[in-house]
């Protein structure tokens, strides 16, 4: 069984900073990407970041910054700058191999709120 893990949300005033963190556990074999998305509420989900070839959505670059750290199976996002519309509830997710399979599969965190004040 794998479970993705989130931590780092909270309240933040605009121009502020947090950093939310999302470790990877269970019986993995290898992860090829991890990334984050939101939801805001009322909208669908939608990518932030992700660490397949360091993409980002358009609102976010300059401000955020994802990394990984492989041997802890953990991925961060660093954001900077941020804003009232970047209010929302935060995912990470990982497509990771089993050691019971050979397929690859899309796992999800159990989502962290931001929520950014003006």
């Known amino acids: 069984q794998v479970q993705l893990v989130e931590s780092g949300g909270g309240l933040v005033q605009a121009g502020g900073s947090l950093r939310l963190s999302c470790a990877a556990s269970?019986?993995?074999?290898?992860?090829?990407?991890m990334g984050w998305y939101r939801q805001a509420p009322g909208k669908q989900r939608e990518l932030v970041a992700s660490s397949g070839s360091t993409n980002y959505a358009d609102s976010v670059k300059g401000r955020f910054t994802i990394s990984r750290d492989n041997a802890k199976n953990t991925v961060y996002l660093q954001m900077n700058s941020l804003k009232p519309e970047d209010t929302a509830v935060y995912y990470c997710n990982a497509d990771l191999r089993v050691y019971a399979s050979d397929a690859t599969y899309r796992y999800w965190g159990q989502g962290t709120q931001v929520t950014v004040s003006s």
């Open positions: 269970g019986s993995i074999r290898s992860i090829d990407v």
